[in-house]
């Protein structure tokens, strides 16, 4: 089983407990404002979207993380690897994303988690690139797009919601290139 640890995340599969917190982060209107059309989601829609995240894990080896601090054992939400299905224009493609609850926000979670998430992809996965999808307006998420190097590549309308998104990409090279600089 695929475990990730950052100095203050941990990144693991789902397990039954983290349904109720995760609920409570889809739950709120301000969390989901720039997902998809805005609508919050009840703890089923959260079940069966775990069931699906975790489904996307046994078949393809890598999926969305849930995202515990490793000092509490909090759930704060989830990040990881996923194929944006809902954005076909863009496939065949890698995505990585994040949502945390608010409590969470303002911390520079998202970005060390997303860092990992990313980190994973290439170097236990293999992916030659991997993409970040947001929607226009939404400056926080493309804050962490930038740190972890994405460069936007192609804006375009979320058929799903019918909202202007902005799609951002980081290769394998350009990934690889980075981590030469940080070293």
Avoid: C
């Avoid at 969390?31 to 998809?36: D, Q």
């Avoid at 054992?73 to 690897?81: D, Q, W, Y």
């Avoid at 970005?111 to 990992?116: S, W």
């Amino acid at each position: 089983m695929v475990i990730l640890e950052t100095p203050r995340l941990v990144l693991r599969r789902w397990r039954e407990e983290d349904i109720a917190p995760m609920a409570a982060v889809n739950a709120d209107p301000e969390v989901m404002r720039w997902i998809r059309d805005g609508s919050v989601r009840d703890e089923q829609q959260t079940r069966d979207g775990v069931r699906a995240w975790e489904s996307e894990w046994e078949s393809r080896g890598f999926g969305l993380f849930a995202v515990e601090i490793r000092s509490t054992g909090e759930l704060a939400g989830f990040t990881g690897l996923s194929v944006p299905g809902f954005l076909p224009e863009v496939l065949p493609a890698v995505e990585v994303g994040w949502r945390l609850g608010r409590d969470h926000w303002g911390q520079g979670l998202a970005t060390e988690a997303a860092v990992a998430a990313v980190r994973f992809g290439f170097e236990e996965r293999g992916l030659e690139r991997i993409v970040s999808i947001v929607q226009v307006g939404n400056d926080a998420s493309e804050r962490i797009m930038t740190k972890l190097g994405m460069h936007p590549v192609r804006e375009t309308v979320n058929p799903t919601s019918g909202r202007p998104v902005r799609v951002f990409a980081l290769s394998s090279e350009q990934y690889a290139a980075t981590r030469r600089l940080q070293a």
